[in-house]
């Protein structure tokens, strides 16, 4: 049962919505100003270690949200296939969605890659580059080089119905 985050331009906010079922397709309205068909956020999800809520996530990329929806359906389809088991595949997957969605990888995330393709084990890259991942940031920004300076967006707390 996914959670599925939205983006309102107008609010500059990002909405939380529960699936009983896995939907790629549907676009809630804005459950604060009502503007029709938000747009799909990709939720990022790490291992982080001594930070606290308060610190500010910015420089994230502007994504272009076609490619990144066709890159979430891909992910999604191989996801199925993946192997848990195998850090290979993990990072083949992760390189896969960054090429499908226009990011580059910092120097550290192209590292940890380069150590999990190579079959190391994650715990040990995760020990040893950890300190490096949480300085860092993950993505550099679009192949077209151009990072957002706008402050990020709010995030409403509420888990709304899809």
Same mark, same amino acid.
């Given at each position: 049962?996914?959670?599925?985050?939205?983006?309102?331009? !107008?609010?500059?906010?990002?909405?939380?919505?529960?699936?009983?079922?896995? $939907?790629?397709?549907?676009?809630? *309205?804005?459950?604060?100003? $009502?503007?029709?068909?938000?747009?799909?956020?990709?939720?990022?999800?790490?291992?982080?270690?001594?930070?606290?809520? %308060?610190? %500010? $996530?910015?420089?994230?990329?502007?994504?272009?949200?076609?490619?990144?929806?066709? &890159?979430?359906?891909?992910?999604?389809?191989?996801?199925?296939?993946?192997?848990? *088991? %195998?850090?290979? !595949?993990?990072?083949?997957?992760?390189?896969?969605?960054? %090429?499908?969605?226009?990011?580059?990888? =910092?120097?550290?995330?192209?590292? &940890?890659?380069?150590?999990?393709?190579?079959?190391?084990?994650?715990?040990?890259?995760?020990?040893?580059?950890?300190?490096?991942?949480? $300085?860092?940031?993950?993505?550099? =920004?679009?192949?077209?080089?151009?990072?957002?300076?706008?402050?990020?967006?709010?995030?409403?707390?509420?888990?709304?119905?899809?």
């Amino acid at each position: 049962m996914p959670i599925y985050e939205f983006y309102c331009p !107008q609010c500059h906010t990002i909405y939380s919505f529960f699936s009983v079922r896995v $939907n790629t397709e549907k676009k809630p *309205d804005c459950p604060q100003c $009502n503007r029709p068909e938000l747009s799909r956020q990709v939720s990022l999800f790490s291992i982080s270690k001594g930070l606290t809520e %308060d610190e %500010d $996530n910015s420089g994230l990329p502007d994504l272009d949200e076609s490619k990144m929806e066709q &890159a979430m359906r891909m992910m999604e389809q191989e996801a199925d296939r993946l192997d848990e *088991d %195998d850090p290979r !595949q993990a990072a083949q997957l992760m390189k896969k969605l960054c %090429d499908s969605a226009g990011l580059n990888m =910092g120097p550290g995330m192209e590292e &940890a890659m380069r150590r999990l393709e190579a079959g190391e084990d994650p715990e040990q890259v995760e020990a040893e580059l950890g300190d490096v991942l949480e $300085n860092e940031d993950p993505f550099l =920004g679009s192949k077209k080089g151009s990072l957002s300076r706008r402050k990020p967006p709010a995030r409403d707390e509420t888990i709304y119905d899809l």
